[in-house]
């Protein structure tokens, strides 16, 4: 039997606000245990929640960017449930009326574009955190985490691989650090990744018993959990079991999931609206001042990079990965006026070169000044491709500007033609089986005098008038 896979992800989303989303307590990562719960975070007798304004703007530009419904009055839920690290009781949630509901986020997997719906994405607030390992035989408790502002994003069960899971989580990654409501941090936790997988065989309209693997923090664990998940979905059907719906975890180490607890639907958290917090209406102006203040968002700038400066659909979604890489890319290619010719740079040496020193483009030591200046001197003929390779090692160690680099190293491409010709002559004279080869057609025995020419320059011998050269003397 054929089966397919059907996957729908919940990401919850940490805002950017300084404030907790119902206190002032500040949300800053790494601080000792319990120094950043106040009453309020912990529900305790007389205290009373106020809603941080910062979250629902955030809330408001991400339903503005994915062009979904912006529901004008929404309401706060409580979803009761007991787990130690929820001291409440209950968590503060949206259920019936979310902040947002629809819209769509574009992916690209092999080469196709596949549009992905989104279901809804609701303000709440996230629990603290249990620390199993810490304690023999005992379970500490952190709430620093508890009532930090979270926007969960749903979607559709649109993917069909894992592959179109991971990309649809990255394009999500890139959209909310995009625009600034999330830094994206998933070691941290702000970035956090569940996947409702299910499999059905090809042709059933009804959808599997799913089973939700949760908190996955990174796109690799989110590809070997949900590929690990349908592999044993499909072998335990196939061996005459049945799937029950539960919530799974992901053993990175072992590379399995396995059974957390049995999954609750809706009904079984027994949602209410919050007595305490009125409902959210949004103020028309307020929506209108946020859409203004967007950024261009990663798809247009994909359409307009390809307009602008001729790359291709793949290179303008690389280039648009992270709001800094498209600033630092576009700034290369205005410097030095030649748009392929800078993508391949940013994408190849550039890129390289960071990933090897574990670097972010912003923490280049490369500026997009001087990159642009390098790949003007390739155009411009001073400089070879390989000799440019050189000048960048030089700009990378902080030797200076480009032109310095290369008069300094003696990196300037040949420009007499009476002394390329001279080298010519000398390489031909040297190499008569290759040129007796070349005339009784092998061609690699071309290639071989090219190279030989190129040694004798020193590399800086300019290749296309090599090979005419050496094109019309083997001629003769």
């Known amino acids: 039997m054929k089966w397919e896979t059907v996957i729908g992800l919940e990401v919850h989303t940490q805002l950017a606000t300084q404030s907790k989303i119902f206190s002032g307590s500040s949300t800053a ?8 719960a106040s009453a309020v975070d912990i529900a305790l007798p007389g205290v009373l929640p106020v ?3 910062g979250a629902v703007e955030c809330a408001i530009k991400f339903g503005l960017a994915i062009g979904a419904t912006l529901n004008r009055v929404n309401v706060f839920d409580r979803k009761n449930y007991f787990y130690p690290d929820l001291p409440k009781g209950y968590q503060i949630s949206q259920l019936a009326k979310p902040i947002v509901e629809g819209g769509t986020l574009k992916i690209v997997v092999d080469g196709e574009e596949k549009t992905i719906h989104l279901t809804r994405a609701h303000l709440e607030e996230d629990a603290g955190k249990s620390l199993h390992e810490d ?53 941290e936790g702000s970035f956090r990744v569940d996947a409702n997988v299910s499999v059905r065989p090809v042709g059933q309209a009804e959808f599997g018993t799913r089973r939700e693997i949760k908190n996955l923090n990174s796109f690799r664990f989110l590809q070997q959990a949900i590929d690990y998940e349908v592999r044993w979905q499909i072998e335990t059907l196939e061996d005459g079991g049945r799937i029950e719906q539960a919530t799974v975890l ?37 929506v209108e001042a946020v859409r203004a203040a967007l950024p261009e968002l990663p798809a247009a700038m994909q359409t307009r990079f390809q307009r602008d400066y001729g790359v291709s659909a793949y290179d303008a979604a690389v280039l648009t990965g992270s709001r800094a890489l498209a600033d630092y890319f576009e700034a290369v290619a205005k410097t030095c006026g030649q748009g392929k010719l800078a993508a391949n740079w940013v994408m190849g040496e550039l890129s390289a070169a960071l990933n090897k020193a574990e670097l972010d483009i912003a923490a280049s030591p490369v500026s997009a000044a001087r990159l642009g200046a390098l ?31 290369i008069d300094a190293r003696g990196l300037r491409q040949m420009s007499d033609s009476g002394e390329l010709e001279k080298i010519v002559d000398e390489v031909l004279a040297a190499n008569p089986k290759s040129v007796e080869e070349f005339r009784s057609g092998k061609d690699k025995a071309f290639n071989a005098l090219v190279g030989q020419v190129m040694k004798a320059s020193r590399g800086k011998a300019n290749p296309a008038q090599v090979n005419e050269l050496l094109k019309a003397k083997l001629q003769n």
């Open 135 to 187: 304690f023999h035989g005992m379970t500490g408790i952190d709430l620093n985490r508890a009532g930090t502002p979270l926007l969960e994003i749903v979607s559709e069960p649109e993917m069909r691989s894992s592959a179109e899971a991971v990309a649809y989580a990255r394009a999500l990654h890139t959209l909310v650090t995009w625009i600034g409501i999330c830094d994206g941090n998933m070691q």
């Open 375 to 405: 790949i003007a001197r390739i155009q411009d003929g001073t400089l070879s491709g390989k000799l440019a390779k050189q000048v960048f090692e030089g700009l990378w160690e902080g030797a200076g500007e480009v032109d310095a680099i």
């Open 51 to 53: 809603l941080n304004r």
């Open 29 to 36: 990562f790494g601080a000792a245990p319990n120094t950043q």
């Open 250 to 286: 992901f053993d990175p180490d072992s590379g399995e999931t396995r059974m957390m607890r049995s999954k609750e639907d809706a009904h079984d958290y027994r949602y209410f609206p919050d007595p305490d917090l009125l409902p959210v209406k949004l103020d028309e102006g307020w």
